[in-house]
C-alpha cells in the first residue's frame, strides 16, 4: 500500500469513528417518554451509528448510482428471502410499476398482459398497488376484503376470475398474509400471474414460507414507514431469471443490455447481433426492446438498507411482539371493536394494528381516533379506504366482482395504531390506557 493509499484509508476510518461520536452526542440527553405529552409515533426510521456509518462511507466513494453497496443489499436481501433475483428500485410505487410491466413484455408472448385483460385486486389498499395496472390499460376487478384481516376470502377472489382475467395483484394489507399456497395453486390451475405487493410484510410467513417468494413477482417498500427503510427505495424479487431480466430492462431504460452499471459486453456479444431494423452490431448498450423507465435506486441509499438489512430479523420480532402487546391490552374490548388477526397459517410481520369501531356501537371512529389523537398517539386510517371513492378513480375502467360493503365499513370505519420497533412498553401501556378509556 502507498502512503497515500494508507492516508486515504486512515482518514477514512477516522471520519467514519467521529460519525460515531456525533450519533452517540446526539443520542445523549434524550429525554424520556412523558405519556400525554410525547407523540407515540405511528412509525418512523429505527437505527443507530451504524446506518450513519454506511451512508457517510458511501458518499465517500462518491459513485452516486447504484454501485458496491446497491449489490451488496440486493444479494443480502435475496439471501434473506432465498430467491434468486432482487432489483433494488428507488419506491415500493416504483417496484410496483416494474412488476407490473413486466408482464406486460412481448417476450412473454400469449401470457403477456395487453390492454383490456383484467387483473384482481383490492379497493382497500395502497393506490400504487392498483396504479400500474390502469396506466398499462389493464382493467382492475376489485373484490371485497374480510374485516379483522383486511385481505380477501379465496373463494371471493376465484368467483371474480372471468374469461379475460390474466393476473391478480394486491398486498399483505398491514404484513398480514392472504391464503398464499391456495392462491397461488389457484393462480397456476388457472394460468395466472401473481404478483405479491409484500411492501408492508417484509418477514411475514405463511405456511412458514416468507411471504414475497410465492409469486411470480413481490415488490418492496423501504419508505421510513415500513419494516426497514432507506429513506425513499424498493425492491422487486423473484425466482424467474426470465422476469428478472424484463424487469431490469423496465427499470434501466427499457434497454435491452442487462450489464450492471460501469460493466461493457457482459454477454460478449455487444458489436455483433441483429436487432429489429437496426443496423447489423449496432452497440447492444444502447438496444431497446421495452419502453422502459428510470427507477434505479443511489448508492447512498442502499447503504443505508444494508445497515438495516442486519437489524430486520430484530425488528421483525418487535413487531410481533408489539403486535402481541396491544392484542392482549385490547382483548376485553371485543364488543365494540374489530380487533386485528390473520388467517390461518399465517404469521405476520405486522405493520400496524388495524381496529374496526364496530357499526352501531355505539362509538364512532372519529371520536376515538380524536381522543388518541388528542393524547399525542397518532393514527392512520387504512391507507385510501375505498379507493374508488377517490376522485381520481371515478372514471376509471373496472368491475367490481360482489359488493365492496366491507371495503366501505373500512372506509369510514377502520383505523390503524403503530407497532413499529421505535415503541416501548410505556408507550404502548399509554395507547392501551386510552383505548381503555374510550372504549371499555
Ligand atoms: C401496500 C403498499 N404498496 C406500495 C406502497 C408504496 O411504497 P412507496 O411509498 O415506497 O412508494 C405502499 C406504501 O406505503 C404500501 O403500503
Redesign the pocket.
Known sequence: MNVQTRDKAGIRRQILELVSEYHEASESGRAGFAPGHSTVHYAGRVFDADELRTLVDSSLDFWLTAGRYTESFESGLAEFLGVENVLTVN???SA?LVAFSTLTSPALKDRRIVPGDEVITVAA??P??VNPIIQNQAVPVFVDVELGTYVPALEKIEAAIGPRTKAVMM?H?MGVPFELRELKELCERRGLWLVE?N??ALGSRYDGQLTGTFGDLATF?F?P?HHITMG?G?AVATNDDGLARIARSFRDWGRDCYCSGGENNTCGKRFSQQFGSLPFGYDHKYVYSHIGYNLKITDMQAAVGTAQLRKLPRFIEQRKANHASLAAGLANLEEKLILHTCPEGADPSWFGYVITVRPECGLTRNTVVAALEGERIETRSL?CGNLLRHPAYEAIQHRVAGSLTNTDVITSNTFFLGVYPGLTPGMIAHVVDVMQRVAG
Request: overall charge negative; charged content about 15%.
Open positions: 419506491s415500493g410505487s410496483n389498499g395502497f400504487t398497488t398486498a394489507t405487493d411492501c408492508d417498500s419508505y414507514a425513499e424498493g391507507f
